[in-house]
C-alpha cells in the first residue's frame, strides 16, 4: 500500500517570503500522479498542483511550484511571494495511474502541515 | 466552474441515529468518492463508487456505512446507527473518466454525534 508522509506539521513565513514545504511518499508504482491541496479555515479541499509521474519537468502553477524527485520518492511545494491568503492546512497526496482495478481513483493523504504567513 | 455539491452543510445528531450526507457531483463525473477527516487530523479514504457499485472501500467504511446513487445526480452515504467517533468532516468528490487529475471535491458536511 502506498503512504504519504509529511514530516513538518507546522511551518511558518513571512508575507512576500519563500516557503518550502515537505512531502515523501512510498510506493512500487512506477506511473502515478502527485497532488498538493489546499484546505483553509472553512475546510474546503482546493487543489493547489499536479504532478504526474512520467513528466521530469516541475509544474508550476503561479507562485507555487514543486520539485519532484522520482527516485528520492520526494515532492515538495514551494510557495514564493507568500500571501497571508495562503494561511491554510497543506495536504500532498498520492493516486495511481492505473486504470482500472480496486486501486483506481483513491487518493492517499499525508498528515497536512499548517502554514502560518506573519504579515 | 462545475462544483460538487453537499448537503447538509452541519448536521447534529444523536449517538445510535441513522444520518444520510447527500452530494450531488459534477454531472459528467463517472467516478464518486467519500472521504473523511476527523478535526484536525488527515483526509481518509472511505469508498469509491463506480458503474453503479463500490469499486473500492477502506477498513473504515464497515457494516454501518453504505452508499447509493439513487437518481442520476445523487450520491449518498449513510451511517446506519452513528457513534461518537463517527464526528468529523466528510466530503464527497467525484472525477472523470479519465482521472489523471485531482478530483473536485465538496465544500463537506460537518457531522457532529452527540
Known amino acids: 500500500a502506498q503512504t504519504v508522509t509529511q514530516s513538518q506539521p507546522e511551518m511558518s513565513v513571512q508575507e512576500a517570503e519563500t516557503v518550502t514545504l515537505s512531502c515523501t511518499y512510498d510506493?512500487?508504482?512506477?506511473?502515478?500522479?502527485l497532488f498538493w491541496y489546499k484546505q483553509p479555515p472553512s475546510r474546503q479541499m482546493i487543489l493547489v498542483i499536479r504532478?504526474?509521474?512520467?513528466?521530469?519537468q516541475n509544474a508550476t502553477e503561479n507562485r507555487f511550484s514543486v520539485n519532484f524527485q522520482k527516485a528520492a520518492k520526494s515532492f515538495s511545494l514551494k510557495i514564493s511571494d507568500s500571501q497571508l491568503g495562503d494561511a491554510a492546512m497543506y495536504f500532498c497526496?498520492?493516486?495511481?495511474?492505473?486504470?482500472?482495478?480496486?486501486?483506481?481513483?483513491?487518493?492517499?493523504f499525508g498528515q497536512g502541515t499548517i502554514l502560518t504567513v506573519h504579515p | 466552474e462545475p462544483e460538487v455539491t453537499q448537503t447538509p452543510s452541519h448536521q447534529v445528531t444523536q449517538m445510535g441515529q441513522e444520518v444520510i450526507l447527500r452530494c450531488v457531483p459534477i454531472?459528467?463525473?463517472?467516478?464518486f468518492y467519500w472521504y473523511r477527516q476527523i478535526l484536525g487530523q488527515k483526509v481518509e479514504f472511505l469508498v469509491s463508487?463506480?458503474?453503479?457499485?463500490?469499486?473500492?472501500k477502506s477498513e473504515i467504511f464497515d457494516d454501518q456505512f453504505s452508499v447509493e446513487r439513487p437518481d442520476g445526480s445523487n450520491f449518498t452515504l449513510k451511517i446506519r446507527s452513528t457513534k461518537l467517533e463517527d464526528s468529523a468532516m466528510y466530503f464527497c468528490?467525484?472525477?472523470?473518466?479519465?482521472?489523471?487529475?485531482?478530483?473536485?471535491f465538496g465544500s463537506g458536511t460537518r457531522l457532529t454525534v452527540v
Open positions: 510506493t512500487s508504482e512506477s506511473d502515478y500522479y
Open positions: 504532478q504526474e509521474a512520467y513528466k521530469q
Open positions: 497526496a498520492y493516486r495511481s495511474a492505473k486504470a482500472g482495478g480496486t486501486s483506481y481513483g483513491k487518493l492517499t
Open positions: 454531472s459528467n463525473h463517472l467516478y
Open positions: 468528490a467525484s472525477s472523470s473518466l479519465s482521472g489523471n487529475y485531482g478530483y473536485t
Open positions: 463508487f463506480y458503474n453503479n457499485e463500490i469499486s473500492e
